[in-house]
């Protein structure tokens, strides 16, 4: 919780620092966005790691598939990084670009999904079989 505390006032401090910066210049306020994102990922990705161990103590009690998971954590790690890219889009006034990214997202989403809908078939088609 400290972490995420002392993130949290590094990303207020400077958003007060953007907001003198940008009445100046934008260059740099998109640059201080970039840097304070990239800190805030650093910080998410510490943060998370207990998380990750907990899913692979989880999957090894009920035996489920490590691609499953994998799957799993990339989908939301996808999601994660296409907000942030786009809201960073949407602040550099390219909100277009980010809309972009979202569909991107969402394509990539599907095709990581398409062996989890496999199982999801093979598992009907086992499940129906024997009914």
């Not at 490590?66 to 890219?85: A, Q």
């Not at 990214?101 to 999801?120: C, G, H, N, R, Y």
């Amino acid at each position: 919780m400290n972490i995420f505390l002392k993130a949290t006032a590094g990303v207020l401090t400077a958003l007060i620092l953007w907001i003198v910066i940008s009445r100046h210049t934008k260059d740099f306020s998109v640059l201080l966005t970039l840097a304070v994102c990239a800190m805030v990922v650093t910080v998410s990705i510490g943060i998370l790691q207990p998380v990750v161990r907990f899913l692979q103590k989880l999957q090894d009690m009920v035996d489920l598939d490590n691609d499953l998971l994998t799957i799993l954590l990339k989908v939301v790690g996808i999601g994660l990084i296409t907000e942030l890219s786009a809201l960073i889009c949407k602040d550099s006034g390219n909100e277009s670009m980010g809309k972009a990214l979202q569909l991107l997202s969402t394509a990539t989403v599907l095709w990581l999904s398409i062996p989890v809908f496999e199982k999801l078939l093979s598992l009907l088609d086992k499940i129906l079989g024997t009914v």
